[in-house]
């Protein structure tokens, strides 16, 4: 029940994601270098825009489109796990005090609780983890720009 929970939030997580930034959330399902010449030409003069961006001194505004886009994509997921991320944590204590009370009415409960509360902890610091990523992602997007578009 609980994975079924907690994929059921990945999911709404990744909804909304996709509808605050729907170019990344769609770019990665292009077949970049896979078939189509036009897509993967067209995914090269992205890649050597993105090389050229940092010595430009105006940014084109395709260019800039794909890049606020791909910002607001990871700004969304780091402020999305940073909610999960204290959600874990609060059910994490809620289950470590449920399981003092809950041991004297059925012996079984408390160490599952407990385990609970540490699968809830060990949960927020992959959260954590992402969220980092995320962050680091979002304000300086070129590195993993570049990547999508096949570099």
Do not use: C
């Amino acid at each position: 029940m609980t994975a079924l929970a907690f994929g059921s939030v990945l999911v709404v997580m990744a909804t909304i994601q996709g509808s605050l930034a729907p170019f990344s959330s769609l770019v990665s399902l292009l077949p970049i270098g896979h078939g189509d010449p036009a897509l993967t030409e067209s995914a090269g003069q992205i890649q050597h825009d993105l090389s050229e961006h940092q010595v430009l001194s105006r940014t084109p505004a395709p260019l800039g489109a794909i890049i606020g886009d791909f910002q607001r994509y990871h700004a969304v997921l780091a402020a999305q796990a940073a909610v999960l991320a204290v959600a874990l944590i609060g059910l994490s204590v809620l289950m470590w005090r449920r399981s003092n009370t809950a041991g004297r009415a059925v012996p079984r409960a408390k160490p599952l609780l407990r385990l609970l509360a540490t699968a809830f902890a060990l949960f927020t610091v992959i959260v954590l983890v992402v969220d980092a990523a995320n962050v680091s992602t979002a304000l300086n997007p070129g590195p993993a720009l570049r990547l999508v578009f096949g570099g």
